[in-house]
């Protein structure tokens, strides 16, 4: 085996389609299986797919046959799978491919905020994983489920951890500005979007305002502890194709000067850079000095769509510091989250029983320890 | 005389083309002259506009010349002037016609916050029009300069009005998503704008996190002391032609029900409602109750493009409440603003010794003492 | 009865509601009944429309109970119908309507190239109303259907018209830039169409190609011989609002110089003109001489957007003469089509059996015979 | 001498942007001077420039200082300049270039109509190379200039070709619709363009019509001789970053059915491909049978932006076939044009008097006489 096989679940919709892409020429891991719904099953991909991705269909996968959405249909053909699951979908299909086997890495929303799954951005809180073991247990699970936050939220917590690691935040109030593919497709209808912006995305501010919580929270006695700051949200669908913008400001618990807030970001280092992820950007953070970036078309792409690029940082009249980031939100905010977390869980050996890693070309384990 | 001839300085960019636009079929106020720069002076103002609204240039203006924008080519043909000139040219002109006995309603931030200009929206400070007399004998002049703020601040204002007046605001936290009509023409370039926004208007948030405390102070012993409380704001330009969209942040004073806070938006009645001036919108606050409303392209227009919408109201997890708000930035937010501050000029008297209101039409004057 | 009480067939649509906002304040008619589709029937107007026009639900309509879309629901309620029903269903429902005694006024597709259905621009072939009576004589209806042609088509042939009679047709290029309010709601999805466009829209150059030729056609012996010349049309989706643009190159059959096809451009005047209907745009066709008009944003108004806006005229190095053109497609180019048709109709007479006009306030019949 | 070093004329710019992200990684050529206006010579490139490409700045040129774009500037630090000169510099200084023995690769339109300057694009009409010997000796330059077309002339030309080969053209009816990077920066001002598209750019459907037949002309006796076909266009600016579209009717001179002119269009194979030279798109045109296809978001990159994308290839009621073309107006549109007539000249010995080729890695000279 040079690769692991890998299968998606929700291949067609827009974030499967960057699993696709981003899984195409990947190292570590190969397109086994494109999974999909009882309309698309038993179908070449290239056909039942809406393609909305401007670089052509990988040529591997054009012709590839679209297998029903179940674990029957995927046993035996791959050793792990990537979810794009709708909420809804996932909160049904996803523990049944846990129970069956599968390490599931998912985007979907439905089990984020279980207390024993892991809800983790490698660069915030690797550590989490080890609520895979406290999941099997307890569930009786072979397989097991791990998520990623939410587009929006990944992005606002990448910069926020070095802050709160460094100066603890007490206050965090974010505006955000979101691109129109972060509501699938087809989502958004146009006379809603040309000359407009519609101030309001269902669900979208509760789950800015809870997940950072846990993500920035501390695992005691398996379970996590809830980081203790307050969060308030207000988001905003803007006519942008691709990358979030988010106007964030902060009140630290420990007062910090403008120098100190930027090299506590530009000097981060998060644990998928310092083990080398293949997907992982170098920064995961990049601090711009010019006035009026980061701005979407300019750079939603940094380190591959990876990182995340903090701008404006200047210090806030009311509170303590303020500044606007921005972020690929179907690459780091969706499928390469789940993609980062898989290299993460792979090299931190939480795929050894379900993968040959020793045959793997390419890979370099490196034990949990090392963290 | 049947109306007041007014002229208007800087009447060919976009702000001047909304003061033509909105006096066209003014009942007070008609368009006497039109002044431009040297580069227009002489030429028939159909000829040198370029013409950006989307109503066509009304017939009586298209042939008029343009006059050079002094205070002698203006002597004798007009009683007052509106000013849509750019900053510069406002901070040495407006002085000149001032001086010159002309009363000026002038657009400009120039002269906003010299402590004995009034910055008036008639809704929320319109006794502060009584910095005119002390304006006029400190400097010696028989004209003033009467000031409107900064587009985004207008319409924030107008909503906090109440609730400062009601519960006393304590924190501000305010985001913009401005529309591109706000930087003038040729202002933003489309490369800026196209599938992107840009998260910096130079000198905006100065402007929106210091008149508001001018607008909502008060008059002591000939002066204005500022209202005490601290906003932030973070300023954005989106891919909208007119409308700027504002999410709010308020800590209030005292504790206040959802309800109350609510009541007091809807009820709201400012002096140009009970006074009916022509411009005013019927109500000046707009309460919506829908979770996506307001959006720019349905909104922008209300009241004729005077209104402030106020939409999706609801607790904040970390201070108390906060809104969406929006307006029209080049109506309401800039030549409507200059108007409703004559209208109310008028009708208390201001404009007595430069107008022969006993023969104007349509006009019916309210002492001052009615406010 | 002050004025005709008219039924709207698809009222929650964008058509649909172009026909509330132009009924709203009209001299001849007044809304009597909206009908919907089952989801909406037996709710108030205000809760099930998605309200998606610039100018606020007309108030009279808010609470309007919603009624089924049925020729027994209507029956009693109005004399008339305009109908806003998407093609399958107008198909259906139309001939029931007409055969229960109903005028149909019809923006559909469905009915459109029937030999017996009058296909009428008022500016064009109002002499086509009088196929009215073969299709009832033929049908064996009491009532009877008109439709007007596709929002492109329209235009178009507005712009075709005087040069067809002036100097003959014999090539016809066309392509057009088209607006998303064409597509209805949702429509065309924002991922589609932010930083991009579509070409292609289905059925729609067959629509542009064909009905032409019947609009321009002669009325013989109780059908339509069709014109006779040849057209080309591209059709493509454009990130705009409202406003049709079209590019169109023509051949005419007889030698003319420029300045006379401007001059018969510029001078046209068709029957609704000369009778002064209330919708009626006066003129029809605007000719502008600016080399950069019409552009959507600015022209699609023109005329309270039932004018036809024609721009850079100027010879063509292959065929005879090209130019632009620009209309409002849900105004003019749908609702506003229909509407005008019905007030020539009633004008003409052909309402005479289902109205009584002397019992109506503010109209002047004009008997056919004046055309 | 590993790589041809290269000097860019209007670097700063957006076509010269361009130049340096292509120029970045080119296996034959290396950028060596940069150079500018008055205003930016001297300064660091990554200072005065104002990046709007969404790759970041090549690290190696971001220090670089900006040279005057004068001959002796460069004289001695490269062997060859591409230019991205606007059109008035380009026709003063580029033939300095060439007189002072440089070759120049131009974008600038200045003097691609020259009789003895060569309009070029490899895929069509390399031997029109051989004008470079006519140039030098009836001008008595040592250097010498060859031009590429117009963007939007670059990519209709390179989907006539094969159909003028093989069938013959007579009539083309070309309708534009181009991105606005296609203006330069700033170019188009955001309130022409969000919600608006503008029916015209100076000059550009004069280009279209004649360059073509420049294009597809027959080099005889030290000239070319244009071929003899018609050619029509509109051109229109669309709310789109990049790409242009283009709608095309054309007229062949031989009977063709849809089929052999898919197949044309299909099979083409250019000298570029042929050669494989670095930046040829493989192929060259791509037919796409999908029929909402091409559109600039999805078909912009085909082939690293340098293909030309075919679609809706269909039979015209009027003329022969219609169908839509796009391609990328910033990559082979300008700089990539310019960069793919130097590799060809390099490869068919045109610098061998310029550049020690035998030193160039990664380079296999061809002999004219191969094409």
Redo the contacts between chains.
């Keep these: 085996m040079g690769k692991v096989r890998v299968g998606i679940l929700g291949a067609t919709g ?1 974030v499967g389609q960057r699993f696709v892409q981003m899984l195409a020429n990947h190292p570590w891991f190969e397109i086994a299986v494109l999974a999909g719904s009882e309309r698309s099953a038993g179908k070449a991909y290239g056909e039942v797919v809406h ?6 269909i990988p040529p591997e996968v054009k012709d590839m046959v679209v297998a029903a959405g179940t674990p029957d249909a995927l046993q035996g053909r791959c050793e792990m799978v990537f979810s794009a699951l709708p909420s809804g979908a996932a909160r049904e299909l996803e523990p049944q491919f846990a129970a069956a086997g599968f390490p599931v890495f998912s985007n979907a929303s439905a089990l984020r905020m279980e207390p024993d799954v892991p809800l983790v951005i490698p660069e915030v809180n690797p550590e989490h994983l080890a609520l895979i073991r406290v999941q099997q247990e307890r569930r009786g699970w072979k397989g097991f489920v791990v998520t990623n936050p939410n587009c929006s939220t990944i992005h606002l917590v990448c910069a926020l951890k070095p802050l709160h690691d460094a100066f603890g935040l007490e ?3 974010v ?1 955000t ?1 979101q691109a ?2 972060g ?1 699938g ?16 995305i ?1 669900g979208e501010e509760e789950k800015i ?1 809870r997940e950072p919580l846990k993500l920035l929270g501390t695992l005691v006695h398996q379970h996590v502890e809830p980081a203790r700051f ?3 949200a ?1 988001v ?1 669908r ?4 691709d990358g979030h ?1 988010e ?1 964030v ?1 902060v009140k630290l618990r420990t007062r910090a000067s403008l120098e100190e807030v930027a090299h506590t970001l530009r000097t981060f280092q998060g644990v998928p850079q310092r083990l080398g992820l293949p997907t992982a950007p170098q920064p995961a953070i990049i601090l711009r000095e010019e ?8 750079d ?3 380190g591959n769509g990876m990182a995340t690029t903090v ?2 940082l200047r210090p ?4 303590d510091y ?1 500044f ?1 980031l921005l972020g690929h939100n179907t690459v780091r905010g969706a499928a390469g989250a789940s993609l980062l977390n898989a290299e993460l869980a792979l090299t931190l050996g939480y795929l050894d029983e379900f993968v040959d890693t020793a045959s793997l070309e390419a890979f370099q384990p490196h034990p949990a320890t090392t963290l």
Tied chains: 1, 2, 3, 4.
């Design positions: 827009p393609w909305i991705l401007d670089t052509p206050q965090v109030f505006t500005l129109v593919s509501a497709y087809p989502g958004v209808a146009s006379l809603d979007i040309v000359d407009n912006l519609i101030p309001y269902p305002e307050a969060i308030s207000a905003h803007v006519p942008v194709v913008t106007a400001v006035p009026d970036r980061p701005q979407p078309r300019l939603r792409n940094a701008g404006r806030d009249p009311v509170l303020k606007v």
